[in-house]
């Protein structure tokens, strides 16, 4: 990518940036509106079911993103694509960020649901290996600087990492476990009201939408840090 090329992707990037921004707070005032006010209090959990709104979205977000980094990792090893490289460097802190969230919120819902801030059954140790997958990312990127080696190790990790998704994804199933299953099912029946429904999906856009602008922001300075070194060699 030459520098004008670089000029036109920071054009692109402030334009979805500014309108991200005119959008963001309208979204996340109305989902927490109905996550805090119009939704209804759950008959067995009461006023604790709202964490719900924040953890289940998290949860999301941390594994989608996993997903994304780890294919793109395999894909700019095999194919050498430079800007896989600053995705997936500009993805991984946003991606512990909303994995550390989930757990956290997540321990705040077991303590009075289960008796217990925490318990090493599947999904939990599960979701706890998607956070130190994370943390390995960021630090090989903080510590490997050898362009040479710094794609194999990502490519490993990525590997390994994705085995783990199918396991968060189908623990509750496989084995026994504290943690509930899974209350909505894409491809079927979900057992959760549409009161309680909307709202989720409302905070769902509205955290998405600050994954995007704070994405954006990172890949922006990736960038101008890139643009900013191929000047210095001309």
């Not at 963001?24 to 939704?39: D, K, M, N, T």
């Not at 994304?68 to 960020?97: M, Y």
């Not at 943690?179 to 709202?199: D, E, N, R, V």
């Amino acid at each position: 990518m030459d520098l004008f090329s670089f000029g036109n992707v920071i054009v692109y990037v402030n334009k979805l940036i500014k309108f991200i921004n005119s959008i963001f707070f309208v979204i996340l005032i109305i989902g927490l509106s109905f996550a805090l006010i119009f939704s209804p209090v759950d008959y067995l959990q009461g006023d604790t079911v709202r964490i719900m709104y924040v953890h289940v979205p998290s949860a999301w977000i941390g594994i989608s993103i996993f997903s994304l980094i780890a294919i793109s990792s395999i894909l700019n090893f095999v194919f050498k694509i430079k800007n896989l490289f600053l995705i997936v460097k500009s993805l991984a802190p946003i991606g512990l960020l909303f994995t550390c969230l989930s757990i956290v919120t997540g321990s705040l819902w077991g303590k009075p649901t289960w008796g217990t801030w925490w318990a090493w059954d599947a999904r939990l140790t599960s979701m706890f290996m998607l956070m130190v997958f994370y943390i390995l990312f960021i630090f090989s990127f903080k510590y490997f600087k050898n362009k040479e080696y710094l794609p194999k190790i990502l490519t490993a990790l990525s590997i390994l990492g994705i085995i783990n998704i199918p396991i968060i994804k189908y623990s509750v199933e496989w084995w026994s476990t504290l943690h509930q299953p899974a209350s909505i099912k894409f491809t079927g029946t979900s057992s959760i009201h549409s009161s309680m429904l909307i709202p989720l999906f409302l905070m769902l856009l509205a955290l998405l939408l600050y994954c995007a602008l704070i994405f954006l922001m990172k890949y922006k300075t990736e960038i101008i840090k890139i643009k900013k070194q191929n000047i210095k060699r001309l």
